[in-house]
């Protein structure tokens, strides 16, 4: 069974730190994870996609994925109270279907 | 920016009643999906639809649940006899073309209560 691994939080950070969150998936045959964001009550949101190993940098958003370990990580730069949420981590098998993790609560303080 | 739609925002609903959810994906996107969310749980795939057809499901996706797309835009989720355990947010999410590396664009859910 295809299993995605997330620490449940939450994590704490104050405002402008940099935050870091991570995910393990068990499926070797994974080829593609997102991060996606969710406000409570409310759909998730894409905030970046992955797809080989190494880092991808979008705006304050960096991802990073190391398939050998199995590990993908979210780094989110200068961390605003608005991105308090919960922060999904998918993974895609190379079929139609993601499988999610629970999540990681953020929550960033003035 | 297209979005994919979904309706009603909240459904309530009594215990064997028959419910459907409905959802307008985004109009040049080609695979849809299903996923629901239990409150305090996560993300978990239902169904997804190519070409007029199931694709794949999971186990969740029993003989109770059917997906339909009644015409161009509309794609629907029907739950024949709701049970309280039925009781979560559905999220419809459609992706460009293939489903393996295309990312999934969800609407912002359906929330189901079941009494």
């Known amino acids: 069974q295809k299993e995605v691994e997330q620490n449940s939080g939450p994590l704490s950070v104050p405002e402008g730190a940099i935050a870091s969150l991570n995910c393990t998936y068990s499926?070797?045959?994974?080829?593609?994870f997102f991060w996606y964001r969710q406000y409570s009550g409310k759909s998730p949101e894409l905030i970046m996609s992955?797809?080989?190993?190494g880092d991808k940098e979008d705006g304050r958003f960096t991802a990073q994925l190391n398939k050998a370990s199995q590990y993908v990580s979210l780094l989110i730069r200068d961390s605003q109270p608005s991105d308090s949420a919960t922060y999904l981590c998918?993974?895609?098998?190379?079929?139609?279907?993601?499988?999610f993790g629970k999540g990681t609560m953020l929550l960033v303080s003035p | 920016e297209p979005e994919v739609t979904q309706t009603p925002s909240h459904q309530v609903t009594q215990m064997g009643q028959e419910v459907i959810l409905r959802c307008v994906p985004i109009?040049?996107?080609?695979?849809f999906y299903w996923y629901r969310q239990i409150l305090g749980q996560k993300v978990e795939f239902l169904v997804s639809?190519?070409?007029?057809?199931?694709?794949?499901k999971s186990e969740i996706f029993d003989d109770q649940f059917s997906v339909e797309r009644p015409d161009g835009s509309n794609f629907t989720l029907k739950i024949r006899s709701t049970k309280l355990e039925d009781s979560a947010m559905y999220f419809c999410?459609?992706?460009?073309?293939?489903?393996?590396?295309?990312?999934?664009?969800f609407g912002p859910g359906t929330r189901l209560t079941v009494l």
């Open positions: 109009s040049n996107h080609l695979y």
């Open positions: 499926d070797r045959g994974s080829q593609s």
């Open positions: 998918a993974v895609n098998g190379g079929y139609s279907t993601l499988t």
């Open positions: 639809f190519y070409n007029n057809e199931i694709s794949e």
């Open positions: 992955i797809y080989s190993n």
């Open positions: 999410a459609s992706s460009p073309s293939s489903g393996g590396s295309d990312t999934q664009y």
